[in-house]
């Protein structure tokens, strides 16, 4: 299969969706005439026009807004939010609006928008640019939360997002940008929910969202020279958050590690924690570990954020404790 | 004070364009007081931000437009839901919490809608709604429709960002959104001297590059003239406007009770109710010859049939069943 980069696969999503649905338009700071800062949405104004692909002043509350009132009117909006960071000044439009009109309305009103947007650290962007905010969202009933983990994903899920009816999020990985996998070039869609077993293993789960995804491919590879066999979950959206899958894993490898970017305190990593205490604690080992960023904003320098994110030897270690422990 | 026939503009009117108005502000005027008098009997559960005193914005905007034209509203939302057709019934099921409410009796007073009638909500956050008329008119827009957006705000909401960010959006996209700000001239409880230094809300549309009026917002017949312009002139593809309504709310800034600390004086709550928008309008009637006093009391009466109908039909309604607690958190 062809090799496309992360953010050509999102760009070549948005391509294909617009085609399908005349109702789907563009909306965003320079994504029209400049193409995206980061060039992810290049190509769309020469092939679908002004009409489409609009570009917006620097008003995150207002164009989010008003992707909410053209969605609950029959368009099916894809806002961007240039990054993750930003979400504060638009939220009001995000967890008040578009994730409650449906429920408070009594059921009369969908509200078919995308939000994408770009998070995750490790760019040296600083404490306002690279934060990993997905569990502030996953915690709002009415919102769906999507972190593609390859460029496969970005596609599969942004085409889901968009066909969804409801609002969701698509947060891209800044550093995964230029990452390249295969992709079909056809369009097809990842089911929001469902969860990707990206490698099997016998001796732990690892339940990685985002960027962490290939990290815990990599340690889980390093941890197979020495015959421990590590099962790899990507969760691929935070809400839906794909519990079975998990539970599923657990009760087979009785041990279970939760890494993400984000902060470890409060993160979906603590609540995927607790769902595995409360419905298979007779199947574990050993305690569920955490393992996210330290309580403290991303740090710009370098040596300071790579200390600060976690990656696949602290993944690799995190297994190893786990496996100190032995079945009682 | 009751100007000659010869002199009033309401003459230029079609009679049933003011019975129109009037019967309008009347159906809100009852929807209103009653509404109070079931909070103050402890029969609805909930905020209650009672619209009375302002009937003539609602009624002189609403007059204007038509049904596939969309508004957006506030946390003082009955009067427009009322003035943009709604049904009672449905209306006082949601304030009482039943099943057969406009939201089934998951939002409450705060959040009546109804898109059939072009309705996109009251919102209980303040300026929340600006945005989704944007949002509605650039959807007409783009489907090639003629209708326009109205979202309709106070003059606190003015100081928020989602005001200001819809605004410039509009001006710049050019779309058919005409922001219809009533200054009743309290965010809340703070006076408009202490919320913003400008007299006028109006002078803020320049910031945009916006046209805007400024209208009695105790003449109905005044909101109507401007408010037709104004919507004319967005329908035509002539871009947004502001049309701000100076108004004066009759109730606290919720609920019927007066509050423990007197932030009005008496003297201006007076000064205001001698200019209630439906007494005013009645004599202006009765002196053009537009209607008799009789028939003007009909008008009130069959209101009030209808509201002690749709107040038994919120009575006798269902609650919502918790089995269907989940119900419409996601479309499915």
Redesign the interface.
Known sequence: MREITYVKAFTESLMQLMAEDDNV?VIGEDVAHYGGVFHAFEGLLKTYGE?RV?D??I?E???????????????R?VCDLMFFDFIG?AL??LY??AAK??????????V?LTLTTAGGAGLSAGPQHSQSLEAWLAHV??L?VALPSSPHDVKGLMVASVRD??PTVVVLNKRMLGTKGPVPEEIYAIPLGQAATVRTGRDATVIAVGRMVPEAVTAAEELAKDGIEVEVIDLRTVQPLDSAAILESIRRTNRGLVVHEAVTFGGIGAEIAAQIQEEAFDYLDAPVLRLGAPFAPVPFSPVLERAYIPDSSRIAAGVRRLLERTGG | MTESAEQDPMSALPPEVIRDLHRRMVRIRLFEETAGKLMEAGKMPGFLHLYVGQEAVAAGVMATLRADD?I?STHRGHGHAVAKGADLRYMYA?LFGKQT????G??GSM?I???SIGM??A???VG?G???????????V??GQDSV?VPFFGDGATNI??FH??A??AA??QLPVVFVCENNGYAEFTPQDRHMLLKDVADRAAAYGMPADIVDGMDAVAVYLAAQRLVERARAGEGPSLLEAKTYRFYDHQGVKGLRIPYRTQEEIDTWKQRDAITSLEQRMTTVGVAAPPELEKVWSETGEEIAAAIRFAEESPDPDPAHLL?????V
């Open positions: 338009v009409k609009i917006t002043p008003s509350m207002g164009f989010i807004g008003m992707g909410v009132g053209a969605a609950a009117r029959g368009l909006p000044v009001d439009q008040n609006q009109l449906k429920f408070m309305f009594g059921g009369d009103v969908s078919p009933p009415g769906k009816d409801n | 969309v957006t949601e409410g406009y939201c089934k998951r939002g959040h809608n109804d898109l996109l909500g919102n209980g956050i929340g600006i945005p989704h008329a944007v949002g509605a008119a650039l959807a007409a783009y489907k957006a960002g989602a960010e819809s410039n959006l710049v996209m119900d419409n958190v996601y479309t």
